[in-house]
Protein backbone atom coordinates (compact mmCIF):
# COMPACT_ATOMS: atom_id res chain seq x y z
CA UNK A 1 0.00 0.00 0.00
CA UNK A 2 0.61 3.41 -0.99
CA UNK A 3 3.95 2.49 -2.66
CA UNK A 4 4.59 2.19 -6.98
CA UNK A 5 7.12 0.23 -8.75
CA UNK A 6 7.55 1.30 -12.33
CA UNK A 7 9.80 0.72 -15.02
CA UNK A 8 11.46 3.60 -16.58
CA UNK A 9 14.14 4.38 -18.91
CA UNK A 10 16.22 7.09 -18.19
CA UNK A 11 18.95 7.81 -21.04
CA UNK A 12 20.10 4.52 -21.94
CA UNK A 13 19.21 2.44 -19.24
CA UNK A 14 15.93 0.62 -17.94
CA UNK A 15 15.32 -0.31 -14.28
CA UNK A 16 12.64 -0.29 -11.55
CA UNK A 17 11.89 2.85 -9.85
CA UNK A 18 10.48 2.63 -6.81
CA UNK A 19 8.20 5.47 -5.04
CA UNK A 20 6.59 5.97 -1.95
CA UNK A 21 3.18 7.99 -2.26
CA UNK A 22 2.16 9.07 1.04
CA UNK A 23 3.77 8.71 4.35
CA UNK A 24 0.44 9.25 6.63
CA UNK A 25 1.00 5.85 8.25
CA UNK A 26 4.81 5.34 8.70
CA UNK A 27 7.04 4.63 11.77
CA UNK A 28 4.80 4.75 14.46
CA UNK A 29 1.54 6.68 13.06
CA UNK A 30 -1.17 6.14 11.08
CA UNK A 31 -4.01 8.14 8.71
CA UNK A 32 -6.49 8.51 12.09
CA UNK A 33 -6.38 10.03 15.61
CA UNK A 34 -6.51 6.48 16.77
CA UNK A 35 -3.33 4.92 18.20
CA UNK A 36 -1.33 2.07 16.15
CA UNK A 37 -2.30 -1.20 16.62
CA UNK A 38 0.41 -2.86 19.06
CA UNK A 39 0.22 -6.15 16.63
CA UNK A 40 1.67 -3.94 14.00
CA UNK A 41 4.62 -5.15 12.55
CA UNK A 42 4.11 -8.36 14.05
CA UNK A 43 1.13 -9.63 12.38
CA UNK A 44 -1.30 -8.68 9.27
CA UNK A 45 -4.62 -6.83 10.29
CA UNK A 46 -6.40 -10.17 9.26
CA UNK A 47 -3.62 -12.81 9.77
CA UNK A 48 -5.56 -16.25 9.12
CA UNK A 49 -2.36 -17.97 10.56
CA UNK A 50 -2.45 -16.51 14.20
CA UNK A 51 -6.05 -16.82 14.12
CA UNK A 52 -6.07 -20.15 13.58
CA UNK A 53 -2.80 -20.54 16.04
CA UNK A 54 -5.25 -18.73 18.94
CA UNK A 55 -7.97 -20.89 17.56
CA UNK A 56 -6.43 -24.16 18.05
CA UNK A 57 -4.75 -23.28 21.54
CA UNK A 58 -8.04 -21.40 23.13
CA UNK A 59 -6.57 -18.05 22.95
CA UNK A 60 -3.67 -19.22 24.98
CA UNK A 61 -1.08 -18.73 22.54
CA UNK A 62 0.79 -15.48 23.86
CA UNK A 63 1.53 -13.24 20.25
CA UNK A 64 5.36 -12.01 20.93
CA UNK A 65 3.34 -8.56 20.73
CA UNK A 66 2.23 -8.59 24.27
CA UNK A 67 5.79 -8.12 25.34
CA UNK A 68 6.18 -4.55 23.90
CA UNK A 69 5.74 -1.89 26.12
CA UNK A 70 3.69 1.10 24.47
CA UNK A 71 6.08 4.49 25.04
CA UNK A 72 3.31 6.51 25.45
CA UNK A 73 4.70 9.36 23.55
CA UNK A 74 1.91 10.94 21.06
CA UNK A 75 4.47 12.51 18.66
CA UNK A 76 5.70 9.18 17.88
CA UNK A 77 3.09 6.75 18.23
CA UNK A 78 3.71 3.31 18.23
CA UNK A 79 7.14 2.03 17.61
CA UNK A 80 9.68 0.04 19.17
CA UNK A 81 12.67 -1.77 18.65
CA UNK A 82 13.13 -3.74 21.82
CA UNK A 83 11.00 -6.74 20.11
CA UNK A 84 11.50 -5.72 17.02
CA UNK A 85 12.79 -8.74 14.94
CA UNK A 86 13.85 -8.08 11.28
CA UNK A 87 13.17 -11.70 10.02
CA UNK A 88 10.34 -11.52 11.61
CA UNK A 89 8.56 -8.66 11.03
CA UNK A 90 5.07 -8.11 8.60
CA UNK A 91 3.81 -5.41 7.10
CA UNK A 92 0.03 -4.36 8.00
CA UNK A 93 -1.60 -6.01 4.91
CA UNK A 94 0.09 -8.64 2.95
CA UNK A 95 2.18 -7.31 -0.47
CA UNK A 96 3.16 -9.19 -3.19
CA UNK A 97 6.39 -7.49 -3.39
CA UNK A 98 7.49 -8.33 0.30
CA UNK A 99 6.36 -11.49 0.30
CA UNK A 100 8.16 -12.83 -2.94
CA UNK A 101 11.25 -11.32 -1.91
CA UNK A 102 14.82 -12.87 -2.16
CA UNK A 103 17.39 -13.37 0.20
CA UNK A 104 19.27 -11.20 -2.30
CA UNK A 105 16.56 -8.21 -1.79
CA UNK A 106 16.42 -8.47 1.43
CA UNK A 107 20.53 -7.90 2.10
CA UNK A 108 20.43 -5.36 -0.86
CA UNK A 109 17.84 -3.13 1.48
CA UNK A 110 19.85 -4.04 4.58
CA UNK A 111 23.05 -2.33 2.79
CA UNK A 112 21.05 0.50 2.45
CA UNK A 113 19.97 0.81 5.47
CA UNK A 114 23.77 0.04 6.85
CA UNK A 115 24.65 3.41 5.34
CA UNK A 116 22.47 5.59 7.62
CA UNK A 117 25.38 6.36 10.60
CA UNK A 118 24.12 7.51 13.77
CA UNK A 119 24.90 11.07 12.76
CA UNK A 120 22.55 10.78 9.61
CA UNK A 121 19.75 9.30 11.74
CA UNK A 122 19.69 12.24 14.12
CA UNK A 123 19.78 14.72 11.17
CA UNK A 124 16.50 13.00 9.66
CA UNK A 125 14.85 13.03 13.71
CA UNK A 126 16.30 16.65 13.94
CA UNK A 127 14.50 17.55 10.60
CA UNK A 128 11.52 16.31 12.26
CA UNK A 129 11.23 19.38 14.94
CA UNK A 130 9.45 17.06 17.46
CA UNK A 131 9.66 17.88 21.13
CA UNK A 132 13.42 16.92 22.83
CA UNK A 133 12.12 13.40 25.01
CA UNK A 134 10.27 12.20 21.82
CA UNK A 135 13.53 13.11 19.66
CA UNK A 136 16.07 11.20 21.27
CA UNK A 137 13.38 8.26 21.86
CA UNK A 138 12.71 7.92 18.33
CA UNK A 139 16.69 8.28 17.68
CA UNK A 140 17.34 5.69 19.61
CA UNK A 141 14.44 3.28 18.41
CA UNK A 142 15.70 4.11 14.55
CA UNK A 143 19.66 2.99 15.55
CA UNK A 144 18.39 0.21 17.49
CA UNK A 145 16.79 -0.99 14.12
CA UNK A 146 19.16 -0.38 11.89
CA UNK A 147 21.61 -2.26 14.28
CA UNK A 148 19.44 -5.34 14.26
CA UNK A 149 18.99 -5.07 10.31
CA UNK A 150 22.70 -5.21 9.84
CA UNK A 151 23.01 -7.97 12.42
CA UNK A 152 20.29 -10.26 10.93
CA UNK A 153 21.21 -9.54 6.90
CA UNK A 154 24.45 -8.92 6.94
CA UNK A 155 26.43 -10.81 9.70
CA UNK A 156 29.99 -9.77 8.45
CA UNK A 157 29.46 -6.22 8.04
CA UNK A 158 30.92 -4.19 10.79
CA UNK A 159 28.34 -2.47 13.07
CA UNK A 160 27.32 0.83 11.86
CA UNK A 161 28.99 2.55 14.68
CA UNK A 162 32.31 1.47 14.28
CA UNK A 163 31.97 2.95 10.65
CA UNK A 164 33.33 6.88 10.49
CA UNK A 165 30.05 9.61 10.19
CA UNK A 166 29.87 11.33 6.95
Known amino acids: MNTLDMWVTDHDRSFVRHYLLDFGSTLGSTSTPERREYSSGFEYYFDYGVMVKQTATLGLMQPRWFAV ?4 IPEIGFMESRVFDPA ?16 RDIRWGARIVSGFTDDHIRAAVAAGQLPDHAAQYLTRVLIERRDKIVRQWLPQAPPPAERASD
Open 88 to 103: AWRPDYPNPAFDERTL
Open 69 to 72: QDPN
